[in-house]
C-alpha cells in the first residue's frame, strides 16, 4: 500500500481509517489523498468525502450508501477555484464539467494536496513515468516546501516561536553604539568604584592584628594607628558612594536614550509595513511590545546589566585578592561554585520559554482591553458588560497560571542558592579556624577572609537572580527585533521614479494577487484615462477593495502591473506615490484633536484659509461653525460627538486639502441616509471635478455620473461601458441593477 496516512480536512486519523475500511478498493488499488468537504451544492452545510487513488476519484455524501467513481483518464482536470470565501473543485473531462464539489477555505491547504496527487497521477498516465516521491508541497503564496503533514509555511510565518536566546541582548549594541563614550565612561566609573568597596575589608588587617588583638594582650592602643585606618575606611567609603552615584546616573541616562531610539525605531520601521502585517496582529499586542518590552529593556540596561558588570568586576577582584592572601584558603572558598554554575544553567534552560510565554499572556490581557475600550459603545448597546469581564478575568487568569509555574521554579532556586553560600562560608570558617590553630595565618587575615567571601557569595547570589532578568529581557528584545526583523511586502524601491506633476492615468495589465492562498484578481486588464471617473461595481467579495488597495499600493500585485501615467508604481516611491492620492472610506477615521487638525492631517501646514475652503467645499463648514468653538472644537476618539454624515464630510475635507490627482471613494455614502447622501454628494461633486476618481458604490444609482461603469466578478473585468450602453446590453450590469432595483421596491412596499 501507499506509505502515506492521508488525513481528511480537519486531520482526523481515525475518520480516515474508517473512510478506508468502507471504500470499495481493487486489491492492488492504493489511496493517494482524502478529502472531507463541508458544503453541498446549495451552499448548506453537509459534509461529502473525496478520496484519490491511484485508479479513480471516489465520491459519498455522509449518510449515503453508494460512492460515484470516475477512472482517471489522461484528460481528465481537477480545476480550483473560490469566490467569497466559498471553494470549488471541478472535475472536466475534454468537453464538459463532469460534477464538482464546495467547501469553505478551512479546507483549503488538504484540497492543494489533493489537487498536487491528482496532477502528479495524470502526469504518469500521459507520460508512463512515476515522478519522484516527494512527501511535502508547496506553499501556495511563496512556492516553498512544506514539510509533511504542516499547514504553516515557515517562510511566511515570519515570527516563528521559538525560544528567546540571551544572545539577542546583543543585538542591542546598533542602539548603543552611539553612546559608546558614555558607556565606557561608566564602566571606567564601574570599576573604580568596585576597587574602591573593596579596601574596607583589607583595612581590617592591620585593626585586628595590630590594635585590637594586642590591646587584648596588655599592649596600649596606637591613636594615630586607628585615625588613620578610621579615616582611610571614611574616605574609601565615601569615595566609592560618589562613584557609585555618577556611574548609575551615567549609565541610566544612557539606558533612558537607547530605550527610547529603539521605542522610535520599532515605532518608525511599523509604520512602514504593509497592511498585511496588520491584518495578522493584535492592537494590544503590538502596543505591548513597543511599551512594556522597551520599558523592560531599557529597565536591564539601567539597573540589571550594570550590576551583573559590577558582580562580575567584584568576583574577579576578589578572588585575586582572596588568593594573594592566601591559596588554599581561596581554593576552599571556589566549592560551591560548581553546583550554583550548574544550577544556573538548569534554571536558565527553564526559564528560556517561560517569560515570552509570559509575555505573549500579558498580549491576550492588553488585546481585550484594546477591543473593549474603543468598542465600548457596542459593548454597552448589547448589554455585554458580562462578557467582556469574563474575557479579561479569563485572560488575567491565564496570565496568572502562567506566572505561577514561573515563579515555582524561580523560588526554589534561588533559597537553593542562598544555602549552597552559606555552606560554603560554614566550610571556610572550619578550615579557616582549622589555619588558625596551625599559625599559618592570623586573626585578622581570617576576618578580612570571611568579610571578602561575604561579598563573593553575596554577587554569585546577585549574578544567580540576575538570570531571571536577563531572560525577561532577552524575551522582550526577541518580540521587539520580531517587528524590526520583518520585511514589508510593499518595498520601497531601489532606485525611485519621481512623479512631479502627475495626469493620472492609469492601466492594469494582466494583473492578479493572491490574500494568502485565495485568488482573488485573476488577470484583470483596464486602462482608465486621466480625469476619468469609474464606476466600480459588483457583488460583495468581487475584488472592487482589493483592486482599490492594490492601487493605492496597500498590497502589491502578485502578478502583472500597474502603471500611472505608464511607470510601474513599484518604482515610485512609496509615500511619494500615495501623496497624489486622495482616499474616502467608508467609516472615516478622525484622529483626536480638533477639527482643523483632522481636516490638516494630509497637510500639516495648511493655513487656517486653506482648511476653511476646503471644508466649505465639502460642505462641512456650515456645521462646523455650530460647534462650541468651530474649528478648535476637539473631536473624541475615533470621531465620538460628531454623525456619520459630518464625519464623511469632514473626511472629503481633508480629501479636497492635498488637492490629489487620483481619487478613490469606497463606499463613501453607504452609511447614511438620504438627505445626509445628498448633502455628501454634493461635496464629492466638487472633490471629483478634474480628477482621476474611482468610486466604489453600494447603490448603483449613485454611479450615473460615471464616465465608465467596471463590473467586476470573481477578481476579473466582465463588463465596461456607460449605464445606458451596460443596461441595454442586459448582462451582469443589468442583472445587478434590476435585482437592486426590485429589493428597493420590497423595501418601498415593507414600509
Known sequence: MHKNHPVDAHGHQADHDKTRAELPLAPDENVL????????????????TLVLTEQRLLSRETGADAWQSWPLRPDLQLRHHDHAGVGTLELHDADRRVTFWRFTLDAQVQVLRLLEQFERRQLTLKTGQRPPEDDSTQCPTCKAQLPPDTDECPVCTRELQTPPSTWVLLRLWRFAKPYQGQLLAGFLLTLASTAATLVPPYLTIPLMDKVLIPFQTGHAIDPWLVAALMGGLLASALLAWSLGWARTY?????????????????????????LDYFGSKRT?????????????????????????????????????????????????????????????????EKLRTGFEKIDRVWGEVTNVLADTIPGIRVVKAFAQEHRESKRFHDANAHNLDINDKLNK??????????????????????????????????????????????????????????????????????????????VSSVPEPTNPVKLPAPQGGITMESIGFRYGSRSVIRGLNLDIRPGEMIGLVGHSGSGKSTLVNLICRFYDVTDGAIKVDGVDIRRIGVSDFRKHIG???????????????????????????????????????????????????????????????????IS???????????????????????ETEKEIQRALDNLVKG?????????????????????????????????DELMAKQGAYWRLYEAQARKAEQDALID
Open 652 to 674: 472629503i475635507a481633508r480629501a479636497l486639502l492635498i488637492n490629489p490627482r487620483i481619487l478613490i471613494l469606497d463606499e463613501a455614502t453607504s452609511s447614511v441616509d438620504t
Open 409 to 486: 521554579t524561580w523560588s526554589l532556586f534561588s533559597p537553593t542558592v542562598a544555602l549552597m553560600t552559606e555552606i560554603g562560608l560554614l566550610v571556610v570558617w572550619t578550615f579557616g579556624i582549622w589555619l588558625v590553630s596551625k599559625q599559618q595565618i592570623t586573626v585578622g587575615v581570617l576576618t578580612a577572609f570571611i568579610a571578602y567571601i561575604g561579598r563573593f557569595y553575596g554577587r554569585l547570589d546577585s549574578m544567580s537572580r540576575i538570570v531571571s532578568v536577563t531572560q525577561k529581557a532577552a524575551a522582550g528584545a526577541k518580540r521587539i527585533f520580531d517587528i524590526l526583523d520583518h
Open 583 to 649: 482616499l474616502v472610506l467608508q467609516e472615516p477615521f478622525l484622529f483626536f484633536g480638533t477639527i482643523a487638525e483632522n481636516i490638516a492631517y494630509g497637510k500639516p501646514e495648511a493655513t487656517r484659509e486653506e482648511i476653511v475652503a476646503a471644508a466649505r467645499a465639502a460642505h462641512a463648514h456650515e456645521f462646523i461653525l455650530r460647534l462650541p468653538q468651530g474649528y478648535d472644537s476637539l473631536v473624541g476618539e475615533r470621531g465620538q460627538g460628531l454623525s456619520g454624515g459630518e464625519r464623511q464630510r
Open 284 to 348: 494590544g499586542d503590538l502596543m505591548s511590545r513597543i511599551g512594556s518590552e522597551t520599558d523592560r529593556i531599557s529597565v536591564f540596561l539601567s539597573l540589571h546589566a550594570l550590576d551583573f558588570a559590577t558582580d562580575v568586576l567584584m568576583i574577579g577582584m576578589t578572588a585575586i585578592i582572596l588568593f594573594s592572601i592566601n591559596p588554599w584558603l581561596a581554593l576552599v572558598t571556589l566549592i560551591p561554585l560548581p553546583f550554583i554554575a550548574w544550577m544556573i544553567h538548569l534554571v536558565r
Open 691 to 723: 480628477r482621476t476618481t474611482i468610486a466604489i458604490a453600494h447603490r448603483l444609482s449613485t454611479l450615473r455620473k460615471a464616465d465608465r461603469l467596471v463590473v467586476m466578478d470573481r477578481g476579473q473585468v466582465v463588463e465596461v461601458g456607460p449605464h
Open 250 to 274: 551615567l549609565l541610566a541616562l544612557v539606558s533612558e536614550r537607547i530605550s527610547a531610539d529603539l521605542r522610535t525605531t520599532t515605532f518608525d520601521h511599523l509604520l512602514q509595513l504593509s
Open 33 to 48: 489523498s482524502t478529502l472531507e468537504v463541508d458544503l453541498d451544492a446549495q451552499l448548506r452545510f453537509a459534509k461529502s
